[in-house]
């Protein structure tokens, strides 16, 4: 992601954040509350239904700040990716014990064959694949960096809800279950480059993952959010 947007999590986790990192969409804008999405630790239920499904050597990709990795570490291996440099830095301050500079779109060139049994990816990086074909090229390294027992867990917002259309930076699509979602970080007066997200339904999750090894084993939904975000939990078949 856009320099803006790590500096402003490194910022605030130094406690030197004097003003809000904002989520813009032309003149759309929103303050992305960072305390909230990247220093809660995941807790309760949710955290039940990912420890469930995910097992070690874990990889988690996107990893921000490293509240996932923080609490998985210390039950199995946990390797933290992340692209940016501010942000790994910050995981290993706050003592993520394995943090890596990577690309969630390069594993194979990082990797080795099976060297995870699971691989988490929350916060719906997942639609920077950017594509239909770039989310079946993700979920087949996927399948490359897990052992023949392997799952995964990754999220999305659902185009086929209602609610999705309100998200800012959402864009339709007129293919059913898909929709784009494009959007900047503002910071200190510095804009980042304009993301562009994929937006799937898990249909077309998992309609992507045809041919590469998972299946869709569950799919849960966030009743905070009207229903819009779901994890899709991935199994081997
Ligand atoms: C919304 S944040 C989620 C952070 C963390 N998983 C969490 O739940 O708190 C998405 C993260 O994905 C990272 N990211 C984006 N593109 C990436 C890529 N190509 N490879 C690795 N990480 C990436 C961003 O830097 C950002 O920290």
Request: proline content about 4%; some cysteine.
């Amino acid at each position: 992601m856009s320099d803006p947007f790590d500096r402003a999590v490194r910022d605030h986790h130094r406690g030197e954040r004097e003003t809000p990192l904002l989520q813009r969409d032309g003149d759309r804008v929103r303050d992305h509350p960072i305390e909230e999405f990247y220093f809660t630790a995941p807790a309760g239920e949710g955290l039940e239904w990912l420890e469930a499904r995910l097992d070690g050597p874990l990889l988690d990709l996107g990893a921000g700040a490293g509240r996932h990795a923080l609490v998985f570490q210390e039950r199995v291996e946990t390797v933290a990716v992340e692209v940016s440099d501010h942000l790994v830095a910050t995981m290993r301050d706050r003592g993520v014990e394995d943090a890596r500079r990577g690309d969630m779109f390069d594993l194979r060139s990082t990797f080795k064959r099976d060297r995870f049994r699971s691989v988490l990816a929350i916060g719906t990086q997942t639609g920077l694949a950017g594509s239909m074909r770039g989310l079946r090229e993700l979920l087949g390294d996927l399948a490359f960096v897990t052992t023949p027992d392997g799952t995964a867990v990754l999220d999305c917002y659902d185009p086929t809800v209602e609610a999705t259309a309100d998200l800012l930076g959402h864009r339709t699509d007129p293919t059913p279950g898909l929709a784009h979602r494009v959007m900047y970080f503002e910071y200190e007066g510095e804009t980042g480059d304009v993301l562009h997200f994929r937006l799937f339904s898990p249909d077309r999750l998992r309609e992507a993952a045809a041919g590469t090894g998972w299946t869709v084993a569950d799919v849960r939904r966030s009743g905070e959010e009207d229903g819009r975000y779901y994890r899709v939990a991935l199994e081997k078949r």
